[in-house]
């Protein structure tokens, strides 16, 4: 396929030129036996009948931004969905709807991106769909993932299983990739560049679950950020959270930029971080080995689990305040993901 | 939640909007248990580990249409996909990319469709995720769908296992979705409204499985038509395929109008037909079973799978003549999906 080609509308057509389109582009990416066969539905075989199942669809605006692009997000975010549930992702689907005279060199660039973020985290995508609208119909790519993941015997993680006592820890900075793409989408430069966290993060959970360590919860802070996901964990735990302001790591970069715009870092989405809450006597165990990944390698311990402030979270200052830390209200950066 | 609201950017922020149009919208209509959780992934149990796995995006243009509109065309397009695999389909995904400003009770007509269909399909929507985009950025709904579905033992259906000799079935009239959808978007009126033939076909295909016949090949010829269909399981079954069109069911609205605007009705797209290939010898009890649902009642005998013509499909015309049916070229009716 010549790379200099567009994407016109009878590329969505089911005909000649959406197979042509599968034959050429996707198939050498993606290629796996399922894939290959090419049928209606991928026919797959799972290793445990106890499996996650999540989806999520990916309109970030710029489509490249520092650290990734929306083919390496639709592949993460997903990961990172299953991962969440103590699963191991094992499958993924990817539907493109794409705006006519969308160009091929570019979308190939973003199927090379899920080529490796799915080959880092071990899935393999088996299946998909192509629609393509006019233009002026659509903001050039949106990517839909959804994912299967397996569920080892004796797993039971959710947002509602935090308990009394229990340690908080997260697996380090927060809001570089929301900054990274807001930047990059209004044209903000800095003298440091702030770069999208985006990774996958299944590596990290399953070293904690075959270290036999007990889980509660676990909660990537995505839209909405670390106080929307902690808020969720509170409230469907029926318990409070207390945090440290002092604890979370924050870069200098990112504080500055939401300093001068107005932004709260505690809001801000990240694509490769994570939540977990477990007993206090575990965390120290699990902290050491958050922290011997990549990905994890700036975790910490930022709070706990209390009895009081039912359904709250609180933030513990670096002033030695106390403030209730709500969800997020309002919409302060539209399309991060 | 006021039925006059329109969606707003928050809707999509993973904020109190988003929590808040999650709680008042989707979990009333798609109520289930592992839904209920809210959490990054569904859990789910499944009774086989064989499964079928798919996915499709829906960008229809109008949402509404005679016969359904884009919910119903979202749960029944990912059921046929499954059933065509010959599985059981269990569980769906859903995921929304709705333009800010898009009417609630217009967003809740389309989940109240995805409701009905879901439970006739007796499928759960477990999963999903909502993004909202500015408005000119999308153009009002578009609606993914993946599903999982279970293979029961010693299934093994595909488009690349049509052997010669055996008998090609159509479960009915072909054209009528794509010609109401296209209508509809141009504003056509005739004297008989056609309607699209929008259904889940799960049920069918359960009934030929519980019979013991035996099927090689099942496709929904859904874009690109039954022709192109045809072409795909002619070329990866190696087989040439021998089609009678006077066996083809075709309304006689549907051939009014392609002939007014010059479409060929093989071509065009249906969303409740199926092609079955299978033994000559277990053809006439097949037939019979789908003859007895009301989305087969109309079905015919078609055609054969020949040694000769190989990987190409045959139109013994009404005429007397023969016609090579190629796949379709370039794209006669975009977003009728």
Do not use: W
């Given at each position: 396929m010549a790379s200099l080609d567009y994407i016109r509308l009878d590329h969505g057509s089911g005909g000649k030129l959406s197979y042509r389109l599968i034959k050429d582009l996707f198939l050498p990416h993606f290629a796996n036996e399922p894939l290959k066969k090419l049928d209606d539905s991928a026919v797959l075989s799972l290793s445990h009948k106890k499996v996650a199942f999540t989806t999520d669809s990916y309109v970030v605006d710029p489509l490249f931004f520092p650290g990734g692009d929306i083919g390496k997000l639709a592949v993460c975010g997903t990961v990172n969905d299953i991962a969440m549930s103590g699963a191991v992702p094992v499958y993924i689907s990817a539907g493109f709807i794409i705006e006519e005279g969308f160009p091929i060199y570019e979308l190939e660039r973003i199927i090379i991106s899920m080529e490796k973020s799915a080959a880092e985290a071990v899935v393999d995508i088996v299946t998909g769909d192509t629609k393509v609208v006019p233009k002026g119909k659509a903001d050039k790519l949106f990517i839909n993932t959804a994912g299967i993941g397996i569920i080892l015997d004796n797993v039971?993680?959710?947002?509602?299983?935090?308990?009394?006592?229990?340690?908080?820890?997260?697996?380090?900075?927060?809001?570089?990739?929301?900054?990274?793409?807001?930047?990059?989408?209004?044209?903000?430069?800095?003298?440091?560049?702030?770069?999208?966290?985006?990774?996958?993060?299944?590596?990290?959970?399953?070293?904690?679950?075959?270290?036999?360590?007990?889980?509660?919860?676990?909660?990537?802070?995505?839209?909405?950020?670390?106080?929307?996901?902690?808020?969720?964990?509170?409230?469907?735990?029926?318990?409070?959270?207390?945090?440290?302001?002092?604890k979370i790591p924050v870069r200098k970069e990112v504080t500055s930029v939401c300093d001068l715009l107005g932004f709260d870092p505690l809001y801000v989405a990240n694509e490769g971080k994570f939540i977990a809450v477990l007993p206090a006597c575990h965390a120290p165990e699990a902290l050491e080995i958050i922290k011997t990944h990549e990905y994890g390698k700036n975790a910490e311990i930022i709070g706990e689990v209390t009895e009081e402030h039912k359904k709250k979270v609180i933030l513990n200052t670096e002033i030695g305040g106390k403030r209730i830390i709500d969800m997020l209200t309002g919409e302060q950066l539209p399309r991060i993901c």
């Amino acid at each position: 396929m010549a790379s200099l080609d567009y994407i016109r509308l009878d590329h969505g057509s089911g005909g000649k030129l959406s197979y042509r389109l599968i034959k050429d582009l996707f198939l050498p990416h993606f290629a796996n036996e399922p894939l290959k066969k090419l049928d209606d539905s991928a026919v797959l075989s799972l290793s445990h009948k106890k499996v996650a199942f999540t989806t999520d669809s990916y309109v970030v605006d710029p489509l490249f931004f520092p650290g990734g692009d929306i083919g390496k997000l639709a592949v993460c975010g997903t990961v990172n969905d299953i991962a969440m549930s103590g699963a191991v992702p094992v499958y993924i689907s990817a539907g493109f709807i794409i705006e006519e005279g969308f160009p091929i060199y570019e979308l190939e660039r973003i199927i090379i991106s899920m080529e490796k973020s799915a080959a880092e985290a071990v899935v393999d995508i088996v299946t998909g769909d192509t629609k393509v609208v006019p233009k002026g119909k659509a903001d050039k790519l949106f990517i839909n993932t959804a994912g299967i993941g397996i569920i080892l015997d004796n797993v039971d993680i959710s947002s509602a299983n935090a308990q009394i006592g229990d340690t908080v820890i997260l697996s380090g900075y927060i809001g570089d990739h929301g900054i990274a793409v807001m930047s990059k989408r209004e044209g903000l430069s800095y003298k440091t560049e702030i770069v999208s966290d985006v990774a996958p993060l299944h590596a990290i959970i399953e070293g904690l679950m075959q270290s036999g360590i007990e889980i509660h919860s676990l909660r990537d802070p995505t839209r909405g950020g670390l106080a929307s996901s902690l808020n969720e964990i509170a409230a469907k735990s029926n318990v409070g959270i207390m945090i440290e302001e002092e604890k979370i790591p924050v870069r200098k970069e990112v504080t500055s930029v939401c300093d001068l715009l107005g932004f709260d870092p505690l809001y801000v989405a990240n694509e490769g971080k994570f939540i977990a809450v477990l007993p206090a006597c575990h965390a120290p165990e699990a902290l050491e080995i958050i922290k011997t990944h990549e990905y994890g390698k700036n975790a910490e311990i930022i709070g706990e689990v209390t009895e009081e402030h039912k359904k709250k979270v609180i933030l513990n200052t670096e002033i030695g305040g106390k403030r209730i830390i709500d969800m997020l209200t309002g919409e302060q950066l539209p399309r991060i993901c």
